[in-house]
Nanobody, 128 residues
Framework: VRLVESGGGLVSPGGSLRLSCEASGFGLRHYAVGWFRQAPGKEREGVACLSSGDNSTYYSESVKGRFSISRDNAKKTVYLQMNSLKAEDPALYLC??????????????????????WGQGTQVTVSS
């Protein structure tokens, strides 16, 4: 049972990347899935979430209008399309399959749940 992120790398300002969060060993379609980022010296920030069922979404103000989250249930994968990348976007990006009710909620300040699954992250660097 695990989540594996991929798709990170080095991109110029204004460029795009698509991150993937692939599940194995469990049904990702039944979970709300969130993308978080962790930059050195900063708190972990929830940037995007996709609920199960109604596919409602949440985006932080810092990425709204630039990032888009989607899922492919057949591939057990959730994607984060990141466009117009900025100097403040570099971080380790991690995905979480949220235990408990499969909805994003009004924020991504989720309490830890025994049913949570986390990946190891993929690094995003923005530099000219």
């Amino acid at each position: 049972v695990r989540l594996v992120e991929s798709g990170g790398g080095l991109v110029s300002p204004g460029g795009s990347l698509r991150l993937s969060c692939e599940a194995s060993g469990f049904g990702l379609r039944h979970y709300a899935v969130g993308w978080f980022r962790q930059a050195p010296g900063k708190e972990r920030e929830g940037v995007a979430c996709l609920s199960s069922g109604d596919n409602s979404t949440y985006y932080s103000e810092s990425v709204k209008g630039r990032f888009s989250i989607s899922r492919d249930n057949a591939k057990k994968t959730v994607y984060l399309q990141m466009n117009s990348l900025k100097a403040e976007d570099p971080a380790l990006y991690l995905c979480e399959a949220k235990g408990g009710p499969p909805f994003c909620g009004a924020t991504m300040n989720w309490r830890p749940h025994v049913g949570d699954f986390w990946g190891q992250g993929t690094q995003v660097t923005v530099s000219s």
